[in-house]
């Protein structure tokens, strides 16, 4: 069995998913087919007439959401090394809902005071949203953008059952290949629970990812190169399927942008980008996970308003802006505080359990 190295903290892909988390706001205000649709309730006329280079552009941005996919695999499996399955599951709850529910609440306000872009749930469809789960409850998403969190509980749970039998080596390459399996039998099985369970339109993205950090951590082999070849086979598929739905950008575009991410990600596995120790990436880091949350429909409700009013490139900017510095306040003042109560709560609950 290979030997795990050390290495510093990989302050490369706090800058990575920034940048990905800006590639998904831009398409959502620029690039999608929603705001290219005629007479649209966000630009109210295509927004390729309106800012046509920055259309062209930002119509690929969408593969931020499989960016984060193959990053979350990678730290998932960094994060959980050596730790319990209790102090996995805590470290999860106040990493996922702080923020989330003040997004939920924010995006409620936003929509309620705003409308014409989207219709305010009602009041217990937003409650249900506060426990992550609603898709699974077949409620609609207060934004539209918390489908991929669907997508990460279902990998967390699978997740769970490795870090429950301790992780190793040999167990993540089990997990990996097992998951392959079963994502790749989902689709013909007909089975909804299997399709459910193995999540076959993301699950080849956190296996690159999971594929990954065992090079970082034990260094490169045949067996991974394998997997990780195998998850980038199956996954441009999906890119393939992706873009088709989206009907802005073509597959060879993608799967360009997606190879070129995975070179960078293997440079990272591999040790190359450890000498990139600036911190200001880790704050840039910490405003990702709000930033996400927060700006699709807050920020298309907000060009609505101000579209007749305000330059598009400069309320593009603006926005974006606006919702980074919001990104940042939702870290320190809600993330920060939100998660020491939740922990101690959770860990005084384990205790107590513990002892009955």
């Known amino acids: 069995m290979p030997t795990a190295r050390g290495r510093p903290r990989l302050y490369v892909l706090d800058g990575i998913r920034l ?3 800006l590639m998904v706001v831009l398409h ?3 690039g999608t087919r929603r705001v290219n649709e005629p007479g649209n309730p966000v630009w109210d006329r295509p927004v390729s007439e309106i800012v046509p280079t920055w259309f062209r552009l930002t119509s690929f941005g969408w593969i931020g959401v499989e960016i984060f996919f193959v990053i979350s695999g990678f730290v998932i499996c960094m994060s959980c090394w050596g730790r319990t399955p209790r102090q996995f599951f805590v470290s999860r709850v106040i990493r996922l809902y702080p923020a989330y529910w003040f997004a939920v609440f924010f995006t409620t306000a936003v929509v309620t005071l705003l409308p014409g872009v989207w219709e ?71 089975f909804p629970l299997l399709v459910l369970v193995a999540n076959p339109t993301g699950a080849w993205f956190f296996i690159a990812g999971l594929a990954l950090y065992l090079m970082y951590r034990f260094g ?70 709000p930033l996400y949350l927060t700006h699709y429909a807050a920020g298309t409700a907000l060009i609505a308003r101000l579209r007749d009013v305000v330059d598009p490139r400069l309320l593009v900017v603006g926005l974006i802006a606006g919702f980074l510095v919001l990104s940042w306040g939702v870290h320190r003042w809600v993330e920060r505080p939100v998660g020491r109560v939740v922990k101690r709560g959770l860990d005084a609950s384990f205790a107590r359990v513990r002892g009955v």
């Open 120 to 190: 305010r749930l009602p009041v217990r469809e937003v409650l249900l949203n506060l426990t992550m789960l609603q898709q699974g409850s077949g409620v609609p998403h207060v934004d539209l953008v918390y489908w991929t969190l669907w997508s990460e509980l279902r990998f967390y749970l699978l997740f769970m059952v490795v870090v429950a039998v301790g992780l190793t080596y040999r167990r993540v390459v089990v997990f990996c290949c097992v998951w392959g399996a079963a994502a790749m039998l989902a689709p013909v099985s007909e």
């Open 220 to 289: 490169q082999d045949l067996l991974l190169w394998g997997i990780l070849g195998m998850a980038y086979l199956m996954g441009q598929l999906e890119l393939g399927e992706r873009a088709a739905y989206e009907q802005v950008s073509s597959w060879r575009g993608a799967v360009l942008i997606y190879t070129a991410f995975l070179l960078v990600m293997v440079a990272v596995a591999l040790g190359y980008t450890d000498r990139v120790r600036w911190r200001w990436l880790v704050t840039a880091g910490c405003l990702t996970y």
């Open 28 to 30: 959502h205000y620029v």
């Open 19 to 21: 940048a990905a988390a």
